[in-house]
């Protein structure tokens, strides 16, 4: 039976070359295992730690995994990205290039009959105005226009710059039972849907709510977690290379 995938929270680029070059490689194994049954992936935000898009320059590294994530559009993998608040500012790249549908909202669909809503879950904690200001002010188009003109190597430290300081807005914040993310769940659940999952908060999540669950997927930073959705049953999972041996 085909199944969907969903993972969030790689953050490429955050550590050293060594740390990246083995969460690359751990992603990749990944994706070859499934590879073997999966017919969607869905990638629920902050794949990179800063991502930005010139017209004709990308940033440098992880073309390995980039040229894994091609391969499996070409095998018939729908892959779909959402961008979360490292990587909102990617424009074409991976829709033209790499065949992925890419959304920068929030956004739901059904899979094996169940009703699911997406979103990486930045805005949503307690206490997270300084962040909404923040995106506002970083997603304004006359900002990213201005941008662009700036030449990349510099261009990518200011990147990096912005990436941190989301670091600090989203870090620390109260991931209790008030939690801003929780509620917002539960008030999906409550309209209708059966399945709501994020990311942004690190660490991995499988909450029952009414008839419905809230997933939060973890990250590949430290726990290498991802959900599974089959026959319309979900499950968190923490992916270990031996798994299927």
């Known amino acids: 039976m085909a199944k969907v995938y969903f993972i969030s929270d790689a953050h490429l680029g955050l550590g050293s070359r060594e740390e990246e070059r083995e969460k690359e490689r751990r992603l990749i194994a990944f994706l070859d295992e499934i590879r073997r049954d999966a017919n969607q992936l869905f990638i629920v935000g902050d794949l990179f730690d800063a991502w930005f898009e010139y017209r004709t320059v990308i940033m440098r590294g992880f073309h ?8 499996c559009t ?17 424009k074409d790249f991976f829709s033209d290039e790499l065949r992925m549908k890419t959304y920068h909202e ?25 962040y909404r200001t923040l995106k506002k002010i ?13 030449h990349p190597d510099i261009g990518i430290k200011i990147a990096r710059s912005s990436s941190r300081k989301s670091r600090h807005y989203t870090s620390g914040k109260d991931y209790g039972g008030q939690d801003g993310m929780l509620t917002f769940a539960r008030k999906k659940i409550e309209e209708g849907f ?17 008839k419905g669950f809230y997933i939060n997927l973890g990250d590949w930073i430290e726990h290498n977690t991802y959900a599974e959705m089959s026959g319309g049953r ?3 999972k923490k992916w270990r290379q031996e798994r299927r041996a």
Not at 64 to 71: G, P, T
Not at 107 to 127: A, M, P, Q
């Open 234 to 236: 979900i499950e968190l």
């Open 106 to 130: 929030p956004f739901e669909t059904i899979i094996d009959g169940k009703k699911v809503f997406i979103h990486h879950g930045d805005g949503l904690s307690n206490n997270d105005a300084g």
């Open 74 to 90: 070409e095998q018939g993998i729908a892959i779909h990205y959402l961008a979360g608040n490292h990587d909102y500012w990617m």
């Open 194 to 210: 059966d399945v709501v999952i994020m990311g942004h908060r690190h660490s991995p999540v499988c909450t029952p709510i009414g």
């Open 138 to 150: 970083l997603n304004s188009r006359i900002n990213i226009w201005l941008f662009s003109w700036v």
């Open 64 to 71: 390995r995994l980039l040229a894994k994530l091609d391969e």
